[in-house]
Nanobody, 125 residues
Framework: QLLESGGGSVQSGGSQTLTCTVS????????LAWARQGPGKKPEGVAT???????LYADSVKGRFTISQTSTRRTLLLQMHDLKPEDTAMYYC?????????????????????WGPGTQVTVSS
């Protein structure tokens, strides 16, 4: 089970941190990830992190967002800086089993894996 928190409204250029609580999964090898879906858009992988701490970001957020996890992998964070109106979306925490970070990031657009209910982030200009 996954549960996101920390969404809300922020002005352009501002910062926000999302948190996801992750229940234990029966997989040994999985990526934790953040995905988003903006109004009228397809889902998009934002960032992924594997069990070794390897990370990968979508080009649209590289340099502005940071994904991290606790050592138990029970908490996943997404620190977002320099937010832009185009970052407005529902943000989801996800578990993607048995894929490396690059493939996990790519398949998130198809809603692969296990997803939380999401938290809304709205960036105003």
């Amino acid at each position: 089970q996954l549960l996101e928190s920390g969404g809300g409204s922020v002005q352009s250029g501002g910062s926000q941190t999302l948190t996801c609580t992750v229940s234990e999964y029966a997989y040994n090898n999985y990526c934790l990830a953040w995905a988003r879906q903006g109004p009228g858009k397809k889902p998009e992988g934002v960032a992924t992190i594997d069990r070794y701490g390897g990370v990968l970001y979508a080009d649209s957020v590289k340099g502005r967002f940071t994904i991290s996890q606790t050592s138990t992998r029970r908490t996943l964070l997404l620190q977002m800086h320099d937010l832009k109106p185009e970052d407005t979306a529902m943000y989801y925490c996800a578990v993607v089993p048995d894929l490396p970070t690059d493939k996990a990031l790519a398949v998130l657009q198809y809603r692969v894996g296990y997803w939380g209910p999401g938290t809304q982030v709205t960036v105003s200009s």
